[in-house]
């Protein structure tokens, strides 16, 4: 979600004729747009920032803006006040289609623009166009913000309450982005499954008349939560052709006992039923998960259940996080903290069985043929290409082709090994 936002203030940037720069140290303005859903991207945000005071002292045309989640929070804007007060703009989460208006107001006057919306009802539909990282794939928002309150996450203060964009208006906008050569969009919100707009569309009837669209060829969600979750929904797997085959279903505990501490809303068995029917509509998908570790009140026996439930679903790929206190939320008064040590060693042991799985189910792709759409160069590894499958896996290949003939292009990819995140193949 702030990679999108980002491309949006890319967009706006793009729509006022200022150019994109490699280096930040050659810019006359820098946004950073900053995320705040654990400690260590606060620090790294105030490290970043701190680098900027020289070429300010060195510039003063230069103007720095901060946006996103971090200034969402009155202490963080405080804090920004106090100790970078250097600092041009600052917008958040909910006023982005501001920023054009704020940046003119600075340069015109020479005065900071501060401006943070907490809790915006109209959000507006932007005109102006993101500027997409990929050309053949789309984010596009359907829910805003979030209503759930886990006891430990940060979002529903930074992002405000939930609001599900209207079917029509994103159906539009995903038929721009098909006559603009997108492939494949990936639809996002914080809990995409709780999507109902003032028709009482739901997140099923969104999936099918995504499916309608003319030129789009593979479908993506994130995320999905249990909680939510509807057995219309599961049943698109099946209806819906240009579905892909995965789903991110977090689960962030196996500990009944923790995620009603969490405020989850579900249990472990309920989470275990609908693995159980996405399966069963489609045998093949692949499934990823976050898991946090070290949550307060943590006991060796709540972790065994953890260790447990990933032993049963047996993940693609799980996304694992040591519990990071959040000022402002329910989990940050709990008194029951886990030791350092007990957390990293727990940690450890979850990361050594995810990765094991892993491996494991990766060894199913070998010797076959997939639909690869390519995305660019492999990090790793410059003289071959990456690209992903349907259900998500990442793609290292070699192929005779240069890279302005299959950018964004499906590429008939047979694996010839498989790693723990990633396969390698060539092009046939
Ligand atoms: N809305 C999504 C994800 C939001 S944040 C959902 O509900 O699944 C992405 C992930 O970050 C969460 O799933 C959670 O595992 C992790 N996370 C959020 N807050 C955290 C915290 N305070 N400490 C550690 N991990 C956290
Ligand atoms: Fe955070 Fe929970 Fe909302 Fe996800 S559903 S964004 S974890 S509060």
Redesign the pocket.
């Known amino acids: 979600m702030n990679e999108h936002d980002s491309e949006s203030i890319a967009g706006l940037l793009e729509y006022m004729n200022y150019v994109y720069s490699e280096d930040p140290k050659d810019a006359d303005v820098v946004v950073m747009n900053t995320c705040s859903?654990?400690e260590n991207a606060d620090k790294r945000f105030f490290g970043v920032l701190g680098q900027f005071k020289k070429k300010k002292r060195e510039n003063r045309e230069f103007i720095i803006c901060v946006c996103g989640c971090m200034p969402q929070q009155t202490h963080i804007v405080e804090k920004i006040k106090k100790q970078f007060s250097w600092v041009d703009i600052i917008f958040g989460t909910q006023n982005i289609g501001q920023f054009p208006e704020l940046l003119e107001r600075r340069l015109k006057t020479g005065k900071k623009q501060y401006d943070i919306i907490a809790n915006n009802p109209d959000l507006e539909e932007s005109k102006i166009k993101p500027k997409r990282l990929y050309k053949h794939k789309a984010f596009v928002n359907i829910v805003f913000g979030?209503n759930?309150f886990?006891t430990?996450?940060?979002?529903p203060y930074t992002r405000g309450r939930e609001k599900s964009r209207e079917l029509e208006k994103i159906i539009s906008e995903i038929k721009y982005l098909a006559k603009d050569g997108v492939k494949e969009v990936m639809l996002l919100g914080?809990?995409v499954d709780s999507y109902k707009d003032i028709k009482e569309n739901d997140f099923a009837d969104l999936l099918q008349a995504v499916n309608d669209v003319k030129g789009i060829e593979r479908i993506r969600f994130m995320?999905s939560?249990p909680k939510d979750i509807s057995d219309k929904m599961i049943d698109c797997f099946a209806s819906c052709h240009k579905l892909c085959k995965s789903i991110h279903l977090?689960i962030?505990s196996g500990s009944d006992t923790i995620l009603k501490r969490m405020n989850r809303h579900y249990d472990s068995s309920k989470y275990l039923k609908i693995i159980e029917k996405l399966r069963k509509t489609a045998p093949d998908i692949a499934i990823s998960t976050?898991?946090?570790v070290g949550f307060p009140g943590e006991t060796e026996d709540d972790f065994q259940k953890t260790l447990d439930i990933v032993e049963k679903v047996r993940y693609d790929s799980a996304?694992t996080?040591?519990?990071?206190?959040?000022k402002g939320?329910p989990?940050a008064k709990f008194t029951d903290r886990i030791s350092e040590d007990v957390i990293r060693e727990r940690f450890n042991r979850l990361i050594e069985s995810v990765n094991r799985i892993s491996l494991e189910k990766n060894q199913k792709y070998l010797g076959k043929e997939y639909d690869i759409i390519v995305e660019g160069l492999s990090k790793n590894d410059e003289s071959r290409y990456a690209g992903r499958t349907d259900d998500f896996k990442l793609v290292n290949f070699t192929s005779d082709k240069s890279l302005n003939e299959i950018k964004g292009e499906t590429v008939k990819v047979l694996i010839t090994d498989c790693k723990t995140f990633s396969l390698e193949g060539k092009a046939v």
């Open positions: 859903i654990r979030c759930n886990c430990y996450c940060v979002v914080q809990n995320t939560h977090p962030q976050d898991i946090i996304f996080f040591i519990y990071s206190p959040r939320t989990a």
